[in-house]
């Protein structure tokens, strides 16, 4: 399985087709737009997860910025035809899908705010339509999680091989997954995330889990000249702090913010904390 590492080895291929139904692809990801502000926040989720993550920065910014949502093929709403295991096998898919997206939709000046693997795909989205960005925000992101010589990812060979085989032989793989998002601490207030991940089919986590846990992406960070906000907490089990001070290390333009707070969705069990930062950074980088 090919995984792209730098910007060279990348290139947009003709878009396979995607079934024959006549709504749009905006449609069948299942899009929610509020607002009509100048500058647009576009959120996209993470691994087993849907647009309800977002909810409360709808709630925040809706009345100054156009908001958009979505869910990732094979999660939430997204129309069950639009998954393909071959497409998602690697994260470049979901690139090529929010570049369609934004695309589609006609979006300018988009601060793109990722969630865990949704930053790298944002990313990648970025270095093909730069001129329609503003800036990157991700949330719980990492550009490796696999541990290597000098870099902690988080995650050793053992660790993702017993992952791998829980799910495909369908044994407590939920489990392992709703701990790496949710943490003990907040396991009993986000209730619908884990209800959520029952919902996952197991080839969709089997696919997206090897594309997103055996990629890397260190040497795309820096070609990225946008400016990027880094958030994360300081207790997440799928991306240790030290993965978001390399990022914020190694990204030309980065700024690294640690929220309060346990856990690998602090868009959720922190969100007036992580609001306040994005609200601040939203401001820093504005452009005429």
């Given at each position: 399985?090919?995984?792209?590492?730098?910007?060279?080895?990348?290139?947009?291929?003709?878009?396979?087709?995607?079934?024959?139904?006549?709504?749009?692809?905006?449609e069948?990801?299942?899009?929610?737009?509020?607002?009509d502000g100048?500058?647009?926040?576009?959120?996209?989720?993470?691994?087993?997860?849907?647009?309800?993550?977002?909810?409360?920065?709808?709630?925040?910014?809706?009345?100054?910025h156009?908001?958009?949502?979505?869910?990732?093929?094979?999660?939430?709403?997204?129309?069950?035809?639009?998954?393909?295991?071959?497409?998602?096998?690697?994260?470049?898919?979901?690139?090529?899908?929010?570049?369609?997206?934004?695309?589609?939709?006609?979006?300018?000046?988009?601060?793109f705010?990722?969630?865990?693997?949704?930053?790298?795909?944002?990313?990648?989205?970025?270095t093909?339509?730069?001129?329609?960005?503003?800036?990157?925000?991700f949330?719980?992101?990492?550009?490796?999680?696999?541990?290597?010589?000098?870099?902690?990812?988080?995650?050793?060979?053992?660790?993702?091989?017993?992952?791998?085989?829980?799910?495909?032989?369908?044994?407590?793989?939920?489990?392992?997954?709703?701990?790496?998002?949710?943490g003990?601490?907040?396991?009993?207030?986000?209730?619908?995330?884990?209800?959520?991940?029952?919902?996952?089919?197991?080839?969709?986590?089997?696919?997206?889990?090897?594309?997103?846990?055996?990629?890397?992406?260190?040497?795309?960070?820096?070609?990225?000249?946008?400016?990027?906000?880094?958030?994360?907490?300081?207790?997440?089990?799928?991306?240790?702090?030290?993965?978001?001070?390399?990022?914020?290390?190694?990204?030309?333009?980065?700024?690294?913010e640690?929220?309060?707070?346990?856990?690998?969705?602090?868009?959720?069990?922190?969100?007036?904390?992580?609001?306040?930062?994005?609200?601040?950074?939203?401001?820093?980088?504005?452009?005429?």
């Amino acid at each position: 399985m090919k995984r792209h590492t730098s910007v060279s080895d990348f290139s947009v291929r003709p878009e396979p087709a995607l079934g024959a139904s006549a709504a749009t692809f905006a449609e069948r990801s299942a899009v929610r737009v509020y607002g009509d502000g100048e500058r647009t926040l576009l959120f996209a989720h993470g691994f087993c997860c849907t647009q309800r993550v977002f909810e409360a920065q709808v709630r925040a910014f809706r009345d100054s910025h156009r908001v958009v949502t979505y869910d990732l093929a094979g999660f939430g709403e997204a129309d069950a035809s639009l998954w393909s295991a071959r497409r998602y096998a690697t994260l470049e898919g979901y690139a090529l899908d929010l570049v369609r997206l934004i695309e589609e939709l006609g979006l300018r000046r988009v601060t793109f705010v990722g969630a865990s693997m949704s930053a790298m795909t944002g990313l990648i989205a970025s270095t093909i339509c730069p001129e329609r960005f503003d800036a990157l925000v991700f949330v719980a992101g990492s550009p490796r999680y696999l541990d290597d010589d000098g870099y902690v990812g988080g995650f050793d060979r053992a660790f993702l091989d017993a992952f791998y085989a829980m799910v495909n032989g369908r044994a407590r793989w939920r489990d392992a997954v709703r701990d790496m998002l949710l943490g003990e601490a907040a396991a009993v207030t986000l209730e619908d995330v884990a209800q959520g991940v029952d919902c996952v089919l197991p080839d969709v986590v089997r696919v997206v889990g090897q594309a997103i846990f055996e990629a890397d992406f260190r040497a795309w960070l820096p070609h990225c000249t946008l400016p990027v906000l880094v958030t994360q907490t300081r207790a997440d089990a799928a991306v240790p702090e030290a993965v978001g001070r390399y990022l914020a290390s190694t990204l030309v333009n980065a700024r690294l913010e640690l929220l309060p707070g346990v856990g690998h969705l602090p868009m959720r069990t922190e969100p007036e904390a992580f609001n306040a930062a994005l609200r601040a950074f939203m401001a820093r980088s504005s452009r005429s």
